[in-house]
């Protein structure tokens, strides 16, 4: 069973930098598209942003699109989220999650990792 | 962009009873439906994809239809674990929307 583990959170001044990561334990992630979902203190989820498997097909959501970047690097394994001029309202717990299988069509998220929280405050 | 509206924002139900959520698409999204649980503190858990089929490991008291527009998460029989926030998201194309959540408490 594979298992995703975020690390990169932290407390930042509006305006700042982070980059978030996202290690698979398993060689298949190569296979797998991936998203990035947040979900802001007691709210809902956000979907924030899709790479398919190698990196043909990237999307984002309205509200990070051009300053939010996610890239992935399948010999490690690896995903991330280059987040820049951070705001207030990008507070939140960022999740990474596996799609079903996109060679299905099924889009949904059936593996997350245990989130990262980024804080963005003066 | 595709909206998705869940019904009840919140429900009250007592272990054994039968559970049923709504979720309404702001157009047709062909059974690109997924519904997730979650639990305070947690990651979101799949429950449910392509409206109707099961997530790996899921109990089979959790059920799911729909088409069209309208979809329905069905909990036959509540377990005490059931209790959390439940969520459906559409992925009909991008972006991924989530409804606003259920959840659903212990009466």
């Known amino acids: 069973e594979v298992h995703l583990v975020e690390s990169g959170g932290g407390l930042v001044q509006p305006g700042g930098s982070l980059r978030l990561s996202c290690v698979a334990s398993e060689s298949t992630f190569s296979d797998d598209a991936m998203n990035w979902v947040r979900q802001a203190p007691g709210k809902g989820l956000e979907w924030v942003s899709y790479i398919s498997s190698r990196s043909r097909t990237i999307d984002y959501a309205d509200s990070v699109r051009g300053r939010f970047t996610i890239s992935r690097d399948n010999a490690k394994n690896s995903l991330f989220l280059q987040m820049n001029s951070l705001r207030v309202e990008d507070t939140a717990v960022y999740y990474c999650a596996r799609v079903i299988d996109a060679f299905l069509g099924y889009y949904g998220m059936d593996v997350w990792g245990q989130g990262t929280t980024v804080t963005i405050a003066s | ?107």
């Open chain 2, 1 to 107: 962009d595709i909206q998705m509206t869940q019904s009840p924002s919140s429900l009250s139900a007592s272990v054994g009873d039968r559970v049923t959520i709504t979720c309404r698409a702001s157009q047709g999204i062909r059974n690109s439906l997924a519904w997730y649980q979650q639990k305070p503190g947690k990651a979101p858990k799949l429950l449910l994809f392509a409206a109707s089929k099961l997530g790996s490991g899921v109990p089979s008291r959790f059920s799911g239809s729909g088409s069209g527009t309208d979809y329905t998460l069905t909990i036959s029989s509540l377990q005490p674990e059931d209790f959390a926030t439940y969520y459906c998201q559409h992925y009909f194309g991008t972006p991924y929307n989530f409804g606003q959540g259920t959840k659903l408490e212990i009466k």
